[in-house]
């Protein structure tokens, strides 16, 4: 396959699916086995007919269907690229094709890409034999042309790489054939060629030697040790040739999985029957354990049916002379619910403002549950009382969104439970708790404690005096929660308000800018707006009576009568001593009735 990456035929499948707004298209790549970090799988824009930035404009991810995270994906470049080494056989056994897949995830609008790379084998394993040697007993007087059952050896790679054939040493007596089963495995028999005679030749030592069909070939070779004994003519059998037996994942070490039973007709040591397994993957002695005299076959390791649903295994029973027959047992297991859901997040957009339409989302998560049927089966939810909502899309991926207005003034945050349950018996659950901030819009205006106020103050008081402060709260935050004061435009008796009054823009404190006179005024009205510093901002008004309070700063004179006869006491001018209450009748009144009684005018 050489350094480059092969991809099959670029997209062999596009399927578009539309699903609450949401696109599902499928590509197909495949990557040899064992490449670096680093290494190029496939370009997906050209196959996706994307643009450069259009995967970093729409923030994709990319979703792993796997525990693991093999592969990686450059969004400016859209080069998917291998994120760690991949061993097919680690990864899949004998499993064909094996397969990878992840998703490519983009959001606004949502879109899923699934990607399905076949990981192709390479020849980067031996051939392997269980032990070093392998001892046969072999009666002398078994007739030419009987087979004896070799180990097979193991070769975890596939097709051509696996084994294609064996070769036997040279010798006068024995030879191999070969045969495959269903699955391609190729099965190896010792046959005898020519008769034995233990009185010439006890014992041979032959070299099997197993070859696979790689480039370059690899070979793996194991000793056969076969002792010549006297007559045993009479061979093992099983009750049946074929058992079969059922097993739940979860059951314990120790547990009984079958008992196999032989009988043989001889007698003595040729009559003594040991079992033992023959032509079974490493796999069967790690998980199961066979009584060589009892033939009880137990369980030894941990079951898992997301990884093996059945074990088929052959069992040998030997007798004393070196007599063997065969069985079969055939062990199904069944599904358990022992995984829980697992919650996958894909995005979370926080903060959320509080004017956000309804259906906008807030969340992007998928799914997972690796048990099968009903207990792979999930259901998701949030709390009812929330603003929010579940939106099932495809694939097991969901959108949290908004589903009734939000209001930060009210709840601020968020601390959202999304519960996965599996529909397993005894159903399992799992959690995921994520935060979502609310952030504040300018909805609210500032807010005066009373609509209207009064403030008093003492004549003849000095310029820049306090006369009091408005205050207004507002119940958003930050810029929009900053409020300003300012004055109305308005008149007080002949003169503006703003020449009498001013207002700290920051503290809404109130100042008198001139010094105020009771014979003159008594009192005025000014407006305080509040403004605060929302866009667009928002404001509101209160209503201050300025009250000026009177001091005792006029001394009482005589209007009549004066003094004396010839001079006045004093002298009296009408326009400069005229109370704001006398009306312009009442004032000509008093200036005839002072002309009249000789009271000097000194204006």
């Known amino acids: ?162 084994i294609q054939n064996y070769t036997l040493s040279p010798n006068e007596h024995f030879i191999l054939s070969m045969e495959s089963n269903k699955n391609g495995r190729k099965y190896v028999d010792l046959v005898l060629e020519k008769p ?149 997040i894909i995005s979370i957009t926080s903060p959320v403002a509080e004017d956000s339409p309804l259906e906008t989302l807030v969340a992007l998560f998928s799914v997972i549950d690796r ?16 603003p929010f909502m579940l939106k099932l899309t495809m694939n097991n991926y969901y959108q949290l969104v908004v589903q009734s207005p939000l209001d930060r003034e009210k709840v601020s945050e968020y601390n959202i439970t999304i519960t996965a349950v599996d529909q397993g018996s005894p159903r399992l659950t799992s959690t995921r708790i994520i935060n979502v901030q609310i952030s504040d819009v300018n909805d609210n205006p500032p807010v005066f404690e009373k609509s209207s106020c009064e403030m008093q103050i003492r004549e003849n008081n000095i310029p820049g005096l306090l006369i009091g402060s408005v205050h207004a709260a507002d119940l958003d935050t930050e810029k929009n929660a900053k409020v300003t004061y300012s004055l109305l435009p308005g008149k007080v008796t002949d003169g503006l308000v703003a020449s009498y009054i001013s207002v700290n823009s920051e503290s809404g404190n109130l100042y008198a800018l001139r010094s105020l006179d009771y014979e ?24 201050v009576r300025v009250v000026i309070l009177d001091e005792n700063d006029n001394a009482p004179f005589f209007l009549y009568p004066l003094q004396n006869s010839t001079s006045p006491a004093m002298s009296w001018c009408p326009s400069r001593w005229r109370p704001a209450t006398w009306s312009p009748r009442w004032w000509l009144w008093m200036e005839i009735l002072a002309r009249t009684r000789g009271f000097p005018m000194s204006c």
Do not use: W
């Not at 094996?98 to 879109?111: A, D, F, G, Y």
């Not at 008594?522 to 209503?543: I, Q, Y």
């Open 196 to 344: 034995l005679d233990r009185e010439k030749e006890p014992h041979f030592g032959l070299i099997l030697m197993a070859v696979d069909g790689g480039v370059p070939q690899r070979t793996g070779t194991v000793q056969i040790n076969i002792d010549v004994l006297d007559n045993n003519d009479n061979f093992p059998q099983f009750t049946q040739s074929e058992y079969k037996a059922r097993l739940k994942e979860n059951s314990p070490q120790g547990t009984l999985v079958f008992k196999v039973e032989a009988t043989d007709l001889d007698f003595g040591s040729n009559a003594q029957i040991t079992y033992s397994f023959n032509r079974v993957p490493e796999k069967i002695y790690d998980l199961f354990h066979l009584n060589e005299i009892t033939g009880e076959i137990t369980l030894s390791g941990q079951l898992d049916y997301e990884k093996e649903t059945s074990y088929d295994m052959s069992i040998r029973a030997t007798d004393g002379g070196g007599l063997s027959g065969h069985c079969k047992v055939l062990v199904d297991i069944e599904d358990m619910n022992d995984n829980v859901p697992e919650v996958s």
């Open 1 to 162: 396959m050489g350094d480059s990456y092969r991809k099959e035929q670029g997209l062999y499948f596009l399927l578009f699916l539309c699903l609450h707004g949401a696109v599902s298209i499928s590509l197909h790549y495949s990557v040899p086995e064992e490449k670096k970090r680093g290494s190029l799988v496939a370009n997906v824009l050209e196959d996706l007919k994307l643009g450069k930035g259009e995967l970093s404009a729409h923030r994709a991810q990319l979703v792993s269907k796997n525990s693991k995270q093999y592969f990686r994906l450059d969004t400016k470049t859209g080069n998917l690229l291998i994120n760690d080494k991949i061993d097919r056989e680690a990864l899949c056994g004998q499993t064909d094709p094996c397969l990878l897949h992840t998703e490519i995830v983009l959001q606004n609008p949502l879109k899923i890409y699934s990607i399905e790379v076949k990981i192709e084998d390479v020849n980067d394993n031996i051939p392997k034999f269980s032990k070093k040697a392998f001892d046969l007993e072999i009666p002398e007087n078994v007739p030419p042309n009987t087979h004896f059952p070799l180990e097979f050896a193991q070769d975890e790679d596939l097709g051509m790489n696996n």
């Open 371 to 386: 048990d099968y049927g009903d207990n792979g089966r999930t259901v998701c939810s949030v709390e009812a009382t929330l």
């Open 520 to 543: 003159q005024i008594k009192d005025f009205k000014v407006m305080v707006r509040a403004t605060d510093g929302g866009s667009p901002p928002l404001s509101s008004e209160v209503t």
